[in-house]
């Protein structure tokens, strides 16, 4: 924004202070969603600092005033929702000072102070409007250096991961059809104990009818990493994360690198190799999204969709929103005319269709002529918390306890109707894994650790399974039994590490009686 003079003046912080919002939140979280997911939020971001700049130019005739003015709407309103979380974790006479009746005025006074002190001050704002410039500028150096940082990093280990050997050894069965292989993730799901003791829920029914129909219940399984994306780059390629980069070390924060070992792992190329057909699922976990797989399953497939463009907000722009003066939007919605109410809920709903999504499809692939290797990350129990134990749709601020027993409850119930429908749709008998990929999300590292797993194998379970096989050595078994592989069977260990230090490893013991 100039105005065309011999002393030219470009205004350009309200459009730099409107996009460092979206692009801050973008950087604190890049390694765990698409980038794509900001771009809307960018955009309308950057059209709200121009249309705000271009009301206040509209109501002073001043681009200097305009531009100051536009700017400080701009950071009152990004910074209210940080404000009021700060206040939150206040208390003055056992009383929290995060309320909109407190903060919401204050904000309104000193925009009002800021306002008149703009529009009446006389002297000259070329100075403060250069500074604004650059501080503007500056501040978005970092998050946008933290973006391309990533970017790099990915790009070089995802050509170092394409230079790495593929297995070589296996082939498929001489007198057997190749099976079918599920590996299907269950996100959060804890061993039958834990939810025994954490949930007050005793799923041995469950697990009783899962042996009925054939598989394998590993009762004294942990898991081998405590998150998500280490978990799987393990398991995925049938080893520790010690042994597959010499990077992960205690002093690494960056996960750069783990989703490309999940992407196009061992196990994935191994079964390319092999011939089978590769099928994945949109997951809406970055991480674990498969999207050049031979078959790739999403909702959402369409342009409009891939590009975040249409329908209502997502996961992203509702975290926006409500580090912002949106928060007050959701937290007086109920008071708005419906037509008038942001749906806030629309993220849940978004993720509840997701896994609906998912079930059916796995329902519907037995048929699908094979051999094939099918992916499936499915976000459950894991919050958020948007099944009943029906599987009606629960309300936002259902608690941990219950929240997380209820998705439990309703997740076997479908597990329960679709497993033996997928092996008696199969034209031989398939291989299915199900498995946690850690235990429940508690900050204990015990129950952090202690995860489901079971095994549904053609030939039903012999000695190559046992009750304390970890993830690393799913496929180990897997390709020893079915593909004459000729693999050793690592021991069988669980790492637990905190989220800011994810490769800080302590060892958890099982402690689960008759299993240590």
């Known amino acids: 924004m100039s105005q065309g003079n011999p002393q030219r003046i470009t205004i350009a912080h309200p459009v730099l202070i409107a996009a460092f919002p979206a692009i801050t939140l973008l950087a604190h979280n890049i390694e765990e969603v698409n980038a794509i997911v900001a771009l809307r939020a960018l955009v309308l971001s950057k059209l709200a600092g121009i249309l705000a700049y271009l009301t206040f130019k509209a109501l002073f005739k001043d681009i200097l005033k305009a531009g100051m003015m536009a700017t400080l709407v701009l950071v009152l309103f990004f910074s209210y929702g940080h404000v009021y979380d700060y206040l939150d974790q206040i208390s003055l006479l056992g009383n929290h000072l995060g309320r909109h009746r407190l903060l919401a005025p204050i904000w309104l006074a000193l925009f009002m102070g800021l306002f008149v002190l703009i529009l009446r001050t006389r002297r000259p704002l070329q100075t403060w409007n250069s500074l604004l410039n650059v501080i503007t500028a500056v501040t978005l150096v970092m998050p946008v250096g933290q973006i391309g940082l990533f970017a790099v990093r990915s790009l070089s280990a995802r050509s170092e991961?394409?230079?790495?050997?593929?297995?070589?050894?296996?082939?498929?069965?001489?007198?057997?059809?190749?099976?079918?292989?599920?590996?299907?993730?269950?996100?959060?799901?804890?061993?039958?104990?834990?939810?025994?003791?954490?949930?007050?829920?005793?799923?041995?029914?469950?697990?009783?009818?899962?042996?009925?129909?054939?598989?394998?219940?590993?009762?004294?399984?942990?898991?081998?990493?405590?998150?998500?994306?280490?978990?799987?780059?393990?398991?995925?390629?049938?080893?520790?994360?010690?042994?597959?980069?010499?990077?992960?070390?205690?002093?690494?924060?960056?996960?750069?690198?783990?989703?490309?070992?999940?992407?196009?792992?061992?196990?994935?190329?191994?079964?390319?190799?092999?011939?089978?057909?590769?099928?994945?699922?949109?997951?809406?976990?970055?991480?674990?999204?498969?999207?050049?797989?031979?078959?790739?399953?999403?909702?959402?497939?369409?342009?409009?969709?891939?590009?975040?463009?249409?329908?209502?907000?997502?996961?992203?722009?509702?975290?926006?929103?409500?580090?912002?003066?949106?928060?007050?939007?959701?937290?007086?919605?109920?008071?708005?005319?419906?037509?008038?109410?942001?749906?806030?809920d629309n993220p849940r709903k978004i993720h509840r269709n997701l896994v609906l999504y998912d079930l059916e499809q796995l329902s519907r692939l037995p048929t699908m002529p094979g051999p094939k290797f099918v992916f499936a990350h499915l976000v459950i129990p894991h919050p958020p918390y948007v099944f009943g134990p029906n599987g009606e749709f629960t309300d936002f601020d259902k608690d941990y306890v219950p929240g997380y027993r209820d998705q439990v409850t309703y997740l076997n119930k479908r597990l329960l109707d679709l497993l033996p429908k997928m092996i008696a749709a199969s034209s031989s008998p398939p291989i299915i894994i199900l498995q946690g990929d850690h235990g429940s999300i508690g900050s204990k590292p015990g129950t952090r650790t202690s995860n489901f797993n079971a095994y549904f194998l053609p030939d039903g379970a012999d000695q190559s399974l046992y009750p304390s096989i970890t993830a690393v050595n799913t496929f180990r078994v897997i390709f020893n039994k079915f593909f004459g592989g000729n693999y050793k069977l690592l021991e069988d260990v669980s790492y637990y590490s905190i989220y800011s230090a994810p490769f800080d490893f302590t060892i958890i013991p099982n402690k689960r009686s008759g299993c240590e």
């Not at 050997?165 to 599920?182: E, K, W």
């Not at 590993?218 to 390629?237: D, I």
């Open 161 to 344: 991961n394409s230079q790495q050997a593929g297995i070589t050894n296996l082939h498929l069965p001489s007198n057997r059809p190749a099976p079918d292989v599920y590996y299907i993730i269950l996100d959060a799901y804890a061993r039958d104990d834990v939810i025994k003791k954490e949930f007050d829920l005793d799923i041995t029914p469950f697990l009783s009818q899962l042996e009925q129909i054939g598989f394998y219940i590993a009762r004294c399984s942990q898991s081998n990493y405590a998150q998500t994306q280490l978990s799987l780059s393990s398991s995925l390629n049938m080893n520790y994360l010690q042994e597959l980069n010499p990077s992960y070390s205690p002093d690494q924060k960056t996960r750069v690198g783990l989703e490309e070992t999940i992407r196009h792992s061992a196990v994935r190329k191994a079964f390319e190799a092999l011939g089978y057909k590769i099928v994945a699922f949109e997951t809406g976990f970055k991480g674990t999204e498969w999207e050049d797989a031979d078959l790739y399953l999403s909702p959402s497939s369409d342009f409009l969709h891939s590009l975040q463009i249409a329908g209502g907000p997502n996961g992203f722009e509702v975290m926006l929103m409500r580090t912002s003066a949106g928060l007050l939007l959701a937290d007086g919605a109920a008071a708005l005319p419906k037509f008038l109410q942001p749906d806030f």
